[in-house]
């Protein structure tokens, strides 16, 4: 149990454009999502912390109209890069509470 | 706030030989602690986590972590690793009734045969 799965998995996109990526837990509900960014062979750093229902509370830093975050239901949240940039390249991971914090498998962006 | 510290970001051993990954805290007040593992191009998953009771918590793969509250540590031990230990390894707190995590830097765990 407390399986969360990410989509995609990898994407490319042109400076510019904006991306979409899903964050679901598969088998829980739960109330907290996190979405972090990893760059390589560093730790992961929180972005955005993700309430159901309610509006993302965001780490010092991170522009929100940049990371838009809907957490619309209780299995379902979405990251979306707008107008992305060669610099916003790099590894999201999700992570779902329930109790604990279970993690998505990550989606690597990298933008040309 | 509470921060994570792990000293060595790489860690070298040979196959079958024994390893410590260290892992010490700072925290005002009481912590949950927690170790994950992260493979190459894949998100973390949990390996093992002290909450309460016993402070020698084990995992099902062999590895262990003691936790030590006089010396703020939570080091991570197996006495004889395998190559497929390779991975990154992620020490990680929790403030009770909080659902934060705050990370380490992480140890690159890098065993050769």
């Known amino acids: 149990g407390a399986v969360v799965s990410q989509h995609p998995s990898w994407v490319i996109c042109k400076s510019g454009t904006s991306v979409k990526i899903e964050c679901r837990s598969l088998?829980?509900?739960?109330?907290?999502m996190f979405w972090y960014r990893q760059f390589p062979k560093q730790s992961l750093m929180l972005m955005a912390t993700?309430?159901?229902?309610?509006?993302?509370?965001?780490e010092q830093g991170v522009e929100k109209d940049k990371f838009l975050i809907n957490h619309a239901s209780l299995t379902l949240s979405t990251l979306t890069v707008t107008s992305a940039h060669p610099e916003d390249s790099s590894f999201y991971i999700c992570?779902?509470?329930?109790?604990?914090?279970?993690f998505g498998p990550g989606t690597r962006l990298t933008v040309t | 706030a509470q921060s994570v510290t792990q000293l060595d970001s790489q860690v070298p051993v040979f196959e079958e030989a024994p390893v410590e990954l260290r892992c010490n805290y700072s925290?005002?007040?009481?912590?949950?602690l927690f170790w994950y593992v992260q493979y190459p191009n894949q998100g973390l998953q949990l390996l093992l986590k002290?909450?309460?009771?016993?402070?020698l918590v084990e995992s099902i793969n062999g590895f262990e972590a003691e936790f030590n509250k006089s010396q703020t540590s939570f080091h991570l031990r197996k006495p004889s690793v395998h190559i497929s230990d390779t991975a990154e390894y992620f020490c990680?707190?929790?403030?009770?009734?909080?659902?934060?995590?705050?990370f380490g830097k992480g140890t690159m765990l890098l065993v050769s045969p």
């Open positions: 992570s779902a509470s329930k109790y604990e914090q279970y």
């Open positions: 088998d829980f509900q739960a109330t907290t």
């Open positions: 993700s309430n159901e229902g309610s509006k993302a509370t965001y």
């Open positions: 925290s005002s007040v009481s912590v949950y």
């Open positions: 002290y909450l309460s009771g016993s402070t």
């Open positions: 990680a707190v929790r403030v009770s009734g909080y659902s934060t995590l705050t």
